[in-house]
């Protein structure tokens, strides 16, 4: 059974910490590694950070889903076309947060929502079967 935690913070640099607050309380409860959680944070610093410098937010919607060893993190709903363009992989290839992204996580969605998208990133944590 999955478990579903959604938090809403403003949309400043600083309420990141918050995120990585429920994070990394969430991955130690999974038994994560420390590189496995580092790699977590700087994944999603990296994204909403990225989705601050490019979209006109009050706040960022951020959706964390831990299932078994498993955590989903969907942020969004985004509409910038800057920020897609920074987070798929298009038929030249990744660059930026994207070679980021696909470095740090096991996985990299971009999930279309009510005109806008979601950005999902999930990380298994090492060891564990997938």
Do not use: W, Y
């Amino acid at each position: 059974m999955s478990e579903r935690i959604s938090l809403e913070v403003p949309a400043t640099l600083s309420a990141l910490s918050t995120v990585r607050m429920v994070l990394g309380g969430l991955g130690a409860r999974l038994d994560f590694s420390l590189e496995d959680l580092d790699d977590l944070f700087l994944a999603t610093d990296r994204l909403l950070e990225a989705a601050l410098d490019t979209e006109d937010l009050d706040s960022l919607r951020v959706l964390v889903v831990v299932d078994g060893a498993t955590l989903r993190i969907a942020a969004g709903a985004f509409r910038s076309d800057e920020l897609r363009d920074q987070v798929v992989v298009t038929p030249g290839g990744c660059i930026d947060l994207c070679t980021l992204l696909q470095r740090l996580v096991d996985e990299v969605v971009v999930q279309e929502e009510d005109g806008g998208f979601n950005v999902v990133i999930v990380k298994h944590r090492s060891g564990s079967a997938t």
